[in-house]
Structures are given as structure tokens and as C-alpha cells.
T-cell receptor, first 119, second 113 residues
Framework: GAGVSQSPSNKVTEKGKDVELRCDPI?????LYWYRQSLGQGLEFLIYFQGNSAPDKSGLPSDRFSAERTGGSVSTLTIQRTQQEDSAVYLCASSLRGQGAMSTYNEQFFGPGTRLTVL | GNSVTQMEGPVTLSEEAFLTINCTYTATGYPSLFWYVQYPGEGLQLLLKATKADDKGSNKGFEATYRKETTSFHLEKGSVQVSDSAVYFCALSERGNFNKFYFGSGTKLNVKP
């Protein structure tokens, strides 16, 4: 079946503009993650959704960043008033079920990412 | 806090050479450890994992052993192929909390024929 898809693959925007990045997880996957990869850096956790539970937003770097997940499927990451330091590759991943304290690890499947460039 | 440090790349090897990519970690408690690989033009995918000390993860000829005493999870392969050219990421998650992963900065491997 289809993997995780993300759109757009590339986005160039001007400083101060808002952008929306989209993630389509694998069908049936209840958990969805957003990460950011800045040049030369590792992946930075941003936010995690699991089913209908409140998302874990602890990784969002500022209140300019927000994300939602509609109907437990598609997710949108929104960055308001973009800054040059927001330039990075934004990665989305999904997994089969939640990974709580009593759960075993479930593999995350990653999308190809959206490369965001803020001029 | 939690963090992962891996050797900087790029690493360039000839085909059939021995590969080691170093990874060390800092963690509270007893984390689970992972290696992810990103082939050119593709998304990250899990390569192998180990969930407790002394476990060895293995896949596609790659191996890594969870060393608690040295807080390391070095990736090794005895004989690399051109098709192994990719970026490799070491990562950890806290035991019982797989919501958050901490990734290293990635090591690019180039294998020449």
C-alpha cells in the first residue's frame, strides 16, 4: 500500500508569511509525528498525535507553530509569520498504534519530507 | 536530558570494506536504541533496534550492540556495498515512552565501486 506522503515537497516563502505543510499517514495508523531537520542537525521532535487523545505538543519551538489532525488521519503543520530560522526539512511519520508505557515499540514510517526555505 | 551523538560524515569507503559508525548517547533511565537509514530520495526507515542492554540488533548485514557500560550503539557491517550509500541516523527513545525520539545528526556513507 501507499506510504506516508507529504506535500508540498518543496516550499519557498518570504519571511513573515504563513505556511501550511500537509501529511497523509498510512491508512489505519493511529499515531502521527512531526519532526524538523535543520541543516547539519538531527531530527527534532515537534508534536505527536495519538488517536483522539490530546496531542503532545512539547516539542513545538514557539507559539508560531501549530498542528492539527482532522478525523484522525491527515495532519497539517502551520507555521505563522515564518522566520529564516524556520528553514528546514519537516518530516512526518506514522505508526500503527499508540506507544504508551505498557506498549511495545511500533515502527515509525516516515514520509519524504517538505523542504521549507524562508527567504 | 536525552541526547545522541554520532560521528560526523561523510564516510567514504570502497566496496567490501568494513564499516563502523559510532553512536553514543546520554539518557535518563534505560532507553531503547535505534538506527534509521535514509536512502537517496527516500524517507527514513528503521534499520535495526535494541531495547535493552547487551541486545544486538541486526538487519541487512548491519549490526549494533547496546552497550550500557559505554553508553554506545555503534553500527557495523563487515562488507559494504554501493547500495548501502545513504545517511544513517542513531536514535533513542525513553523506556516506556516511545512518543519522543531523540536523533543524532546523521552520518552520510558513500560507498565507491
Amino acid at each position: 500500500g501507499a506510504g506516508v506522503s507529504q506535500s508540498p515537497s518543496n516550499k519557498v516563502t518570504e519571511k513573515g508569511k504563513d505556511v501550511e505543510l500537509r501529511c497523509d499517514p498510512i491508512s489505519g495508523h493511529t499515531a502521527l509525528y512531526w519532526y524538523r531537520q535543520s541543516l547539519g542537525q538531527g531530527l527534532e521532535f515537534l508534536i505527536y498525535f495519538q488517536g483522539n487523545s490530546a496531542p503532545d505538543k512539547s516539542g513545538l519551538p514557539s507559539d508560531r507553530f501549530s498542528a492539527e489532525r482532522t478525523g484522525g488521519s491527515v495532519s497539517t503543520l502551520t507555521i505563522q509569520r515564518t522566520q529564516q530560522e524556520d528553514s528546514a526539512v519537516y518530516l512526518c511519520a506514522s505508526s500503527l498504534r499508540g506507544q504508551g508505557a505498557m506498549s511495545t515499540y511500533n515502527e515509525q514510517f516516515f514520509g519524504p519530507g517538505t523542504r521549507l526555505t524562508v527567504l | 536530558g536525552n541526547s545522541v551523538t554520532q560521528m560526523e560524515g561523510p564516510v567514504t569507503l570502497s566496496e567490501e570494506a568494513f564499516l563502523t559508525i559510532n553512536c553514543t548517547y546520554t539518557a535518563t533511565g534505560y532507553p531503547s536504541l535505534f538506527w534509521y537509514v535514509q536512502y537517496p530520495g527516500e524517507g527514513l526507515q528503521l534499520l535495526l533496534k535494541a531495547t535493552k542492554a547487551d541486545d544486538k540488533g541486526s538487519n541487512k548485514g548491519f549490526e549494533a550492540t547496546y552497550r550500557k557500560e559505554t553508553t554506545s550503539f555503534h553500527l557495523e557491517k563487515g562488507s559494504v556495498q554501493v547500495s548501502d550509500s545513504a545517511v544513517y541516523f542513531c536514535a533513542l527513545s525513553e523506556r516506556g515512552n516511545f512518543n519522543k525520539f531523540y536523533f543524532g545528526s546523521g552520518t552520510k556513507l558513500n560507498v565507491k565501486p
